[in-house]
């Protein structure tokens, strides 16, 4: 049975960097892989997926390959930033594995900078065959689960859930950090 796989982690714990070496050990072993972001990303530019490593592969728009889908053959499909994804796009997802047999993984961020599950998350939450978590820690050395959003360095708990073409930026805390609004070391 193919199955639908959510692997989620915080801000700067490899998830890219994991999607794309899994679709190389498809490719290796000729395997036919998609790979996929949601339109709605476009940080790394238009139709590429880029790791913070330097890794860096063309990919198609989720929408369009689900738009256009019309049941050719894949070994997997796998899906960078699949929190922004609509829950009907992950409904979608989960028919390729259902009705065509294809493993979708699908990487992403559980929960945005207010500790809110995305939507796309929320229904791969709701739907995956498989959860699993990707690992990273906060300065402190304790799990990170949270992401904080940092506008001129400060932590803030308001705004939108997206926000475009802003200049803020993340870090993952552990819950008690985050609660804190500590968001480094404040020996260091
Ligand atoms: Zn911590």
Redesign the pocket.
């Known amino acids: 049975m193919a199955k639908l796989i959510f692997r989620y982690g915080a801000m700067g714990s490899s998830k890219t960097a994991n999607a794309l070496m899994v679709r190389y050990n498809y490719q290796e072993k000729n395997k036919k892989v998609a790979l996929l972001k949601p339109r709605c990303e476009d940080r790394d530019g238009e139709r590429m997926i880029k790791s913070r490593i330097g890794l860096a592969e063309p990919c198609e728009y989720a929408e369009d390959f689900l738009e256009s889908y019309n049941g050719e053959h894949y070994d997997a499909v796998i899906v960078d930033e699949a929190q922004f994804l609509s829950p009907e796009m992950i409904d979608r997802l989960s028919d390729l594995a259902d009705i065509y047999g294809i493993t979708v993984i699908c990487y992403g961020i559980r929960t945005d900078f207010r500790t809110q599950l995305f939507p796309g998350a929320k229904r791969l939450m709701e739907l995956a065959d498989d959860i699993e978590q990707i690992k990273t820690i906060?300065?402190?050395g304790?799990r990170?689960h949270f992401n904080a959003r940092l506008q001129d360095g400060e932590m803030v708990t308001e705004g939108e859930q997206v926000q475009l073409g802003g200049n803020e930026s993340y870090t993952a805390?552990?819950r008690?950090?985050y609660k804190e609004r500590l968001v480094a070391d404040p020996e260091g």
């Open positions: 906060c300065w402190c304790k990170a805390l552990c008690r950090h």
